[in-house]
Each structure stands twice: as structure tokens, then as C-alpha cells.
């Protein structure tokens, strides 16, 4: 029952706001509600001024979440690419983080525009090895049983992909630990190349430098002060 009112609640939002059909995908499952992963994302788009994918009247458009970071690519005739490369950050109260004492969280982001040749390359990578048919790691037996063996819970990766029929919601966990599984170590090298290609790294340390003195969660429980 729970599942059913998931689905109806995301198909009459979408269909309330847009006036428009759209299939979705955004997955649930027993131990887990990824619906759920899918509203915090977009709660940080909002912030970022991202556009809501699940509203998007673009021909294709696909967003790559990794730790701390968001790219966006997008087209609308597939002859000219466009993208952003996205890096965010929460203040993290080391002291009082579990409890209710926490100070209220800071948000910090600083998006940046990706010239065109660029985009295009990603995109050429993205369709080369059909990213965006690859499941949910958790819909992946062989992935789903090694992730709960691991108890890995960091590097995930999040895949929003959207055309103007079709909206999905991916999760893949800690794909680059897991290089005995296919379609582990094909997101795993895509997102390597897309660092490589934008120089995601270097991003991220430029926009940390600017951040006022502070700790910030990166993933999870790990965080990363500033003095």
C-alpha cells in the first residue's frame, strides 16, 4: 500500500504541475524508499536553482550527482549540448550532529557553466555504454547482495535522466568498489571520465576555498573542516 501511494502521489504532482504525460521511475524497494533520496535531491536543486528534471521540456537532459557535486547535460535538437558543473556543501556541528542540539545546517553552492565541445563529449560517453539503461544497483542481485555484504555506505552515485515522455531516479552504490560487477565498473568509469573531462577535483577544492571558516559534511558522517 505504502508503494501505491508513492506512485500515485509522484504521477499527480507531475501531472498537476506540468499538464503532461511522463513515465516514471523512481524505484522502491523493501529496506529502502529511494523516493524519498529523490525529494532530498530535489530539495537541493531548489537551492542551487537547478531545474526539477521531473519538469524538464528539454529533448534529453541527464544530472550526475557524486559526492558534493552535480553535472547537468542537456540538448533540445542534439546538435548543441549545454551543462553545468554544480558543488555544494552543509555546515556539519561535529559536536552535537546526532542529537537535537545541532546548530542549523548552512548551505553553500557555486555552479558553473561547461562549454559546449565538452558537453558533447559526455553526452558521446553517457550513450556509449547505454548509462541510462543501467538499473538501480539494488535491482542488480549480484550488486545489491555484494553492497549488503560490504556495509559500504559511502561514494554513491545518483543518476537523474529525463526526455519528454520519460523521468528516472538511480541509485548506484559505491560502484568503484565493486569491480567484479559490470555494471559497477561501467558507472564507475563514467564518472571517472566525467572528473577527468571537467576537472571536478580542482572544482571542488576552488569552491572550498571560498567557504567561510567552518566544518561541512561531505558524505554521510564524514566532514571536512575549514580554519
Known amino acids: 500500500m505504502k508503494k501505491s501511494i508513492y506512485i500515485i502521489t509522484f504521477l499527480l504532482l507531475f501531472l498537476e504541475v506540468t499538464g503532461q504525460n511522463k513515465a516514471l521511475d523512481i ?7 529511494t523516493s524519498l533520496l529523490y525529494k532530498y535531491h530535489q530539495q537541493d536543486c531548489e ?16 544530472r550526475l550527482w557524486t ?17 553545468t558543473l554544480s558543488n555544494y556543501v ?41 548509462i541510462f539503461q543501467i538499473p538501480s544497483s539494488d535491482s542488480i542481485p549480484e550488486w545489491s547482495q555484494a553492497r549488503m555484504n560490504s556495509k559500504i555506505d559511502t ?14 531516479f538511480k541509485e548506484f552504490d559505491a560502484p568503484s568498489y565493486f569491480v567484479n560487477i559490470e555494471e559497477a565498473t561501467t558507472i564507475d ?3 571517472k571520465q566525467t572528473g577527468r573531462i571537467l576537472k571536478m577535483d580542482k572544482s571542488f577544492e576552488l569552491f572550498f576555498s571560498t567557504l567561510p571558516a567552518d566544518c561541512y559534511g561531505i558524505e554521510n558522517a564524514i566532514y571536512r573542516c575549514k580554519k
Open 27 to 33: 524505484p522502491l524497494y523493501n529496506h529502502k524508499d
Open 47 to 62: 537551492k542551487m536553482g537547478l531545474d526539477n528534471l521531473l519538469q524538464s521540456t528539454d529533448t534529453l537532459h541527464f
Open 67 to 83: 559526492y558534493a557535486q552535480a553535472v547537468d547535460i542537456w540538448t533540445s535538437d542534439y546538435r548543441t549540448f549545454h551543462g
Open 90 to 130: 552543509r555546515t556539519y556541528d561535529v559536536v552535537n550532529e546526532e542529537n537535537h542540539d545541532a546548530k542549523p545546517k548552512l548551505f553553500f553552492s557555486k555552479s558553473y557553466q561547461i562549454d559546449t565541445a565538452k558537453a558533447r563529449y559526455i553526452y558521446n560517453l553517457f550513450m556509449k555504454d547505454s
Open 155 to 168: 561514494n554513491v552515485v545518483f543518476l537523474e535522466y529525463s526526455t519528454g515522455n520519460y523521468y528516472s
Open 189 to 191: 568509469s563514467f564518472v
